[in-house]
């Protein structure tokens, strides 16, 4: 876990300005510990090989980002896998690249990197519940959804679909209007390896796969050091693997930086939990 905490963190040192798609695939060692990122990033290469020519020169971006789009999707058959959505594949380049199936997320990824081969500006979108991805069009600002096909969504879709996130979340009094502009802001790439890692976390805890939980929620830590959610559960998870000094520290750090947190009491007694089975243990 070490090594992978190490090069993972050596990969992002320089923030936005690392490379996205060879990062995204160090997360995959969560799950394959011995992976060669190099097949895959040939794959991307050779997806962007394919493609060039059909890019005619001047051709207006959107036009350009169709042809990557329409190879991707209509003839390699890149697809969602809206069959088994929270298969924990969905989430790794290199499963992603064989299997021709991912997220909204991954599928993102996949045409940013084979667009970032042909100098196209494609911009990840964070769009709450549903990633996108955002070309700079000749008239304006164009949305593409990756995980049906990379069709174009218009503002009454996406209005559309902030209503139903919204809803399912519980909450439907928002001004939708005015909190649009915000949801459409561009995501940087460290913004989406930890919204990738997020993804990933959720599936492992419901799986109750904590070694791999706990190597992902380690990478999210190298992403945002000091993030108080990010460390309760690692302490937690260090509680159930028995390292309880580690816990018990992880879990203290948390109290100092959230005193009034939403968990606090629920920490203090894991805390008072952590001490009583050091006594015991030692």
Do not use: K, W
Not at 215 to 239: F, K, Q, S
Request: glycine share 8%; net charge negative; proline share 7%.
């Amino acid at each position: 876990m070490r090594r992978l905490r190490d090069s993972f963190a050596a990969l992002v040192a320089d923030g936005d300005r690392c490379d996205l798609g060879r990062a995204a695939l160090e997360i995959a060692r969560v799950e394959y510990p011995d992976l060669d990122p190099d097949p895959s990033l040939r794959r991307l290469d050779a997806l962007a090989r394919a493609i060039r020519p059909r890019v005619g020169p001047g051709e207006p971006p959107e036009d350009a980002v169709a042809h990557v789009t329409a190879y991707l999707f209509d003839e390699c058959g890149f697809r969602g896998n809206v069959e088994d959505y929270y298969d924990p594949r969905n989430s790794f380049l290199n499963d992603v690249l064989e299997r021709r199936m991912g997220i909204p997320i991954t599928l993102s990824l996949l045409v940013m990197e084979t667009c970032a081969r042909l100098d196209l500006a494609v911009e990840g979108v964070g769009f709450p519940g549903h990633f996108l991805v955002r070309v700079a069009g000749s008239t304006g600002p164009v949305l593409l959804d990756p995980f049906f096909g990379g069709r174009p969504i218009g503002r009454d879709e996406m209005l559309r679909r902030l209503r139903a996130f919204y809803s399912a979340a519980g909450s439907g009094g928002e001004n939708l209007q005015r909190v649009l502009p915000q949801v459409l802001q561009t995501t940087g790439p460290t913004g989406i390896l930890a919204r990738m890692l997020a993804n990933l976390l959720r599936i492992y805890l419901e799986r109750d796969d904590r070694m791999r939980a706990l190597a992902t929620v380690e990478l999210m830590l190298i992403l945002a050091p000091d993030a108080p959610e990010h460390l309760r559960v690692r302490g937690l998870l260090y509680e159930q693997l028995e390292c309880f000094d580690a816990a018990a520290a992880d879990l203290r750090r948390y109290l100092e930086l959230v005193p009034d947190g939403p968990y606090v009491g629920e920490v203090r007694e894991r805390i008072h939990h952590l001490a009583r089975a050091a006594v015991i243990l030692h």
